[in-house]
């Protein structure tokens, strides 16, 4: 009986695992991380991932197309950036969206 317990552990060390997803490292441990998202960091060209510094974290992990390097609280921050900007007339909106937007004498006769 010995014998077979060695033998079926041996086996379950040498048997291949399957990959398992990305590691999520709790929040009060995580810090930034590489991820696909992240080569654009320090020029401001960057996204950062909004799920990275949540509680149940990014499950992309290092495939995730947004800054895993960018601090907690960068998405909010550069948002409200964004918006000011727009209110002072400093930004336009996205040009894909303003090809599709009607100009505003339009918009009031509908």
Do not use: D
């Not at 077979?4 to 990305?22: C, E, F, S």
């Not at 996204?47 to 601090?71: D, I, V, Y």
């Amino acid at each position: 009986p010995r014998q077979r317990q060695q033998q079926q552990q041996q086996r379950q060390q040498a048997a291949p695992r399957p990959l398992a997803g990305p590691c999520v490292v709790p929040l009060e441990m995580r810090q930034p991380e590489m991820s696909v998202g992240s080569t654009a960091h320090g020029t401001g060209e960057c996204r950062p991932c909004a799920w990275f510094w949540r509680p149940q974290g990014c499950s992309n992990g290092f495939e995730c197309r947004h800054c895993h390097l960018c601090p907690s609280g960068q998405v909010r921050s550069r948002r409200k950036q964004k918006l000011a900007e727009l209110r002072r007339g400093k930004t336009q909106p996205a040009p894909a969206l303003a090809a599709n937007t009607p100009p505003r004498s339009q918009l009031s006769s509908l």
